[in-house]
């Protein structure tokens, strides 16, 4: 066993010590045969023929050396080396073709290495947490309505966590975190920062080790404990640059509502592979954690997120089945419960990411086509070379070369070209997560850690062999399978075998052309489904709309708060270039939360749902964003605290309480103690996605109802970034306390809402934009090599006649067959496929007939160009030359 | 046989093996004696052999192999293995079949 591998080892050696090694056998040789020769002299020979005795009983020299060289190294080696430098030679030659080929596996192979890291961090790699597989999300009001349906109040929470028997822990946090607008202060201008309240248990349940430090103790997580906090890692790095005597110091930090104020002791430091946002909050940066203090937030009703850890051994389905009758028993002994807490729990990857399965598969699917037709393209073109290489390769095998051996080189020369491919694809596609991990403005989750990791790269070795084996192996099979001596004579003796490799390339082509159309209709459908949604009315007008978050010093007083209010909107107004202004505590696609409301006469109806999303908004709020209002009145400095409360609803709300009647000036039971006129209706806004239609809304007094946040909105036909000094120093001008907040436009909240569908939309179309090219250089490629091998022929037809448009007739006859043949299978294909995409589509036919017409002829009219330029060639054919070559 | 040689004649250079070789087994093994290079690096890089260059008796340059321990202890392993076979065999042989002893 030692000797085997000090054998392989010496072996290693020796390749590396080549000319030492030969040298040192060739003066062992010299020193062999001068001690036979000088025996065979001791015996009597003559010198001539003693030195001849020794000649042949030594045998063959080379062979010897051959041997020797053999027995020493690897010659499996040697043989690669030797065909790997004659790769090189030949594709230096080649440059043209070989750059080419490169460039085309390189945009096929990055493309794909990129698409599978995204497809690979969001599916298919575990979550970033210890045995992932056990944590299940729970979902309320069995995962329906907007997110005060779906979340917990503390005391469902913490019965559940104390009766269950599937988990081995449940954990929260508060789902209204973004409610609470936290901000560093005592570090030059306030900072607004991004705060998670989470349950005691939430990091250790995850399974996360702190960086730095400890997580919060259960004292910490009390009402009246000492204020602690945990940084995260991004956070640390920006604000503390990464200086680890951080923990144990205090920052201070306000916040509003102030359930958190003055110094907070940091705790610890999470690690950087801990990142809150892209697992539970898709495009939304942490900065730091504070324990959620149950015994505050047990009056708020749902606000809490549910997720737990499963005991081994239990499935998602028996924690189901414990949970829906949990629940209800627990409802029963808890009068106070408004809700049953009908849940639905899946697991938490699931949750991430389940929505996005079918978009991240159908974009692999796409890029998994643009490298089938990279392959047959290569192939092509590889073909081709082929073609003209015959004679060489027929000399070759004339001088002795074995098929194998010949088959052999080629597939070095592909997997050569596959792997120079390769390697700058993977340049590629580091370059495209790179791109990729820094758009925190993307709704998709996990998106920052999209990185080529060593998965991807073993990917990319497995693409690029199977890549280089599958279009080399028809060339190398191909050109060894001829018949040599054909080859070896001159001229077109070799006809029939043309023939035959014509119609293999055009078989290829054809099936270029037929993926290609696939990826286009894909493309197409799901383009068109892009342009309807863009085209959805919204509800609102998004352009030259921005939105900042504002801090209201009126201690909580709503008496108080209208004239403050009304003051800032003032003074903003006031401001040249700014259109309108008003204020909401939330924003359409942004955050949301909902109440009840129910018309006076139907509160005993228990039949209807009565969700409705709420918005607590200012006076002119509705016109500063653009919404229309339908009937009656906006909100009105009057609405006061003490006068009737007032109410706005969108026409969802007014169709499901007063079906056919006029809403106005009704009286409805919902936000807030007592009754509430209607005193306007708007038009629906979608809230949730520009997707779902809209759902019932109301819009309340912020005079009247504590608002959780407040935005300022202002129009502007400015860019915001020149009015923005104007507004801060005003809101400074009366709250110098106002934190150093940034606009957002509002576009940018929709821009994120349609996100993950433009991800989605500029990959498949650029692929196809890719395939259609490459179809097009097949088609090219195809047409304008059977023109040149048929020049002679088109040389003497037009000799007897034939005229310069009847050849280019013929030549577009051809190319016109290979497309039409193409687009009909293609067209077939795409029909079975786009059922397949069904569900991706919005307000598009998955048989949407304009799509499939627009790209089938799209693809026609470019590979018809494609074979125009060499149909021009082949007219422009000079008979006389032709002629005289013969 | 290489093993064996140098294990009976000290060091040798390659001239010396093969002659050796043909010699012991009576001239009945004729090898091209080129092809001892190609064992004798297998020997070496296995550890078993070991080479240098050194003068030979009428004051030429030659390079001599010697057997090393481990390539001693290689031997006696083969030797008796290969002896273990031969005396099986031998024995089969030897051993009358059933069809002659009726």
């Known amino acids: 066993m030692m000797d085997s591998l000090r054998r392989a080892w010496n072996r290693c050696l020796a390749v590396f010590r080549r000319t030492p090694l030969d040298t040192d056998l060739g003066a062992e040789i010299a020193s062999h045969l001068a001690a036979a020769i000088e025996e065979n002299v001791r015996r009597g020979m003559g010198p001539e023929q003693a030195r001849r005795q020794a000649l042949v009983r030594f045998g063959g020299l080379t062979r010897a050396v051959e041997e020797h060289r053999d027995s020493r190294g690897l010659p499996a080696l040697d043989v690669l080396c030797q065909d790997l430098r004659f790769t090189l030679r030949t594709l230096r030659r080649d440059r043209a073709l070989a750059g080419v080929v490169i460039l085309v596996l390189a945009l096929g192979i990055g493309a794909n290495v990129a698409v599978f890291s995204v497809v690979n961090t969001i599916l298919l790699r575990p979550l970033p947490f210890r045995e992932p597989n056990r944590l299940v999300w729970f979902a309320g009001n069995r995962g329906k309505g907007g997110l005060s349906d779906q979340t917990y109040t503390v005391s469902a929470f913490e019965e559940f966590q104390r009766h269950n028997r599937s988990f081995e822990d449940v954990t929260s946090y508060q789902t209204f975190f973004n409610s609470i607008q936290y901000k560093l202060v005592g570090r030059g201008d306030p900072l607004p920062i991004v705060g998670v309240q989470v349950a005691g248990n939430f990091f250790p349940m995850l399974g996360v080790t702190p960086l730095l430090g400890r997580f919060f103790t259960p004292e910490e997580c009390r009402k009246g404990g000492r204020a602690t906090a945990l940084l995260s890692h991004q956070f640390w790095e920006r604000q503390f640059g990464g200086d680890p005597s951080i923990v144990g110091r205090a920052i201070t930090i306000n916040a509003s509502p102030a359930d958190v104020a003055g110094p907070v002791t940091v705790v610890g430091v999470l690690p950087a592979s801990f990142d809150f946002g892209s697992v539970f909050s898709p495009g939304m940066q942490v900065d730091f954690y504070v324990p959620a203090y149950m015994d505050f937030w047990r009056t708020w009703g749902n606000t809490v997120a549910v997720l737990g850890r499963l005991k081994p051994g239990v499935s998602t389905v028996q924690s189901q089945a414990e949970a829906d009758i949990l629940f209800p028993q627990l409802k029963a002994s808890h009068r106070d419960w408004f809700s049953d807490y009908q849940s639905k729990i899946s697991g938490l990857q699931d949750r991430v990411s389940g929505k996005l399965r079918r978009t991240l598969y159908v974009l692999w699917c796409a890029v998994g086509l643009i490298l089938l037709i990279v392959c047959v393209n290569v192939s092509n073109m590889l073909l081709a070379r082929a073609m003209s290489r015959g004679k060489e390769f027929a000399l070759r095998t004339a001088l002795g070369a074995a098929r194998g051996r010949l088959v052999r080189q080629l597939m070095t020369e592909s997997l050569a070209l596959s792997g120079a491919g390769a390697a700058l694809g993977l340049v590629l596609a580091w370059a495209i997560t790179f791109y990729l991990a820094r758009q925190n403005q993307m709704a998709l989750p996990l998106l920052s850690t999209v990185r080529v990791d060593a998965t991807a790269l073993a990917w990319t070795v497995l693409v690029a062999i199977s890549v280089g084996a599958a279009f080399g192996l028809a060339p190398a099979f191909r050109v060894s399978g001829g018949n040599f001596q054909e080859s070896l004579k001159d001229g077109g003796a070799g006809m029939s075998q043309g023939r035959r490799h014509e119609r293999l390339r055009s078989a290829l082509v054809v099936s270029e052309v037929a993926l290609a159309c696939v990826l286009l209709v894909g493309a197409g459908l799901l383009l068109r489904s892009f342009v309807r949604l863009l085209d959805v009315d919204l509800g609102f007008e998004p352009a030259h709309v921005s939105a900042i978050q504002i801090e209201v010093n009126d201690g909580g007083d709503r008496a108080r708060r209208g004239p403050i209010l009304q003051e800032i909107l003032q003074r903003v107004r006031a401001i040249p270039g700014i259109e309108a202004a008003g204020m909401t505590d939330m924003l359409p696609l942004d955050r949301n939360r909902s109440w009840g409301l129910v018309a006076k006469e139907n509160v005993n109806d228990k039949n209807i749902e009565h969700g409705a999303f709420v918005y607590v908004v200012s006076p002119g709020y509705l016109e500063s964003m653009g919404m229309r209002l339908r009937r009656g009145r906006d909100l009105s400095w009057h609405d006061r605290s003490d006068t009737q409360h007032a109410i706005i609803v969108n026409e969802a709300a007014a169709h499901r309480e007063w079906p056919g009647q006029d809403p106005i000036g009704r009286l409805a039971y919902g936000p807030g103690r007592g009754e509430a006129r209607v005193v306007g209706v708007v038009s629906d806004v979608r809230e949730s996605s520009l997707e779902d239609h809209a759902s019932v809304q109301m819009y309340i007094p912020i005079t009247q109802f504590d608002p959780e946040g407040t935005e300022l909105v202002v129009r502007t036909q400015l860019p915001i970034s020149s009015v923005e000094p104007a507004v801060m120093s005003a809101l400074r001008g009366l709250n110098p306390g106002q934190p150093h907040t940034q606009f957002r436009a509002i576009q940018g909240i929709v821009d994120h809402a349609v996100s993950p569908r433009r991800f989605l939309v500029v990959l498949v179309t650029s692929f196809a934009a890719f395939g259609l090219v490459l179809a097009s250089l097949g088609i090219y490629g195809v047409i304008s090599y059977s023109v040149s091998r048929q020049s002679q022929e088109i040389g003497i037809r037009m000799a007897l006649g034939a005229s310069a448009g009847r050849v280019q007739l013929g030549v577009i006859a051809q190319t016109l067959r290979l497309t039409l043949t193409g687009v009909a299978i293609g067209g077939a294909a795409s029909f079975a496929v786009s059922r397949w995409i069904a569900s991706l589509l919005f307000g598009t036919e998955p048989s949407d007939p304009l799509v499939f017409t627009l790209m089938m002829s799209l693809l026609g009219t470019v590979a018809l160009l494609a074979g125009q330029i060499p149909a021009r060639q082949a007219s422009r054919i000079d008979p006389m030359a032709v002629l005289r070559g013969l | ?102």
């Open chain 2, 1 to 102: 046989m290489v093993l064996q040689t140098l294990a009976g004649l000290g060091p040798l250079h390659g001239y010396g093996i093969a002659r050796r070789i043909e010699q012991t087994s009576g001239e009945e093994v004729l090898l091209n004696q080129g092809t001892i290079y190609a064992s004798l690096v297998r020997l070496q890089q296995r550890g078993w052999i070991f080479a240098e260059w050194g003068v030979s008796d009428n004051n030429r340059k030659a390079k001599f192999y010697s057997i090393t321990r481990q390539g001693r202890r290689q031997l006696a392993q083969d030797t008796a293995y290969w002896r273990r076979l031969n005396d099986l065999m031998g024995r089969m042989l030897a051993f009358p079949s059933e069809g002659a002893e009726r």
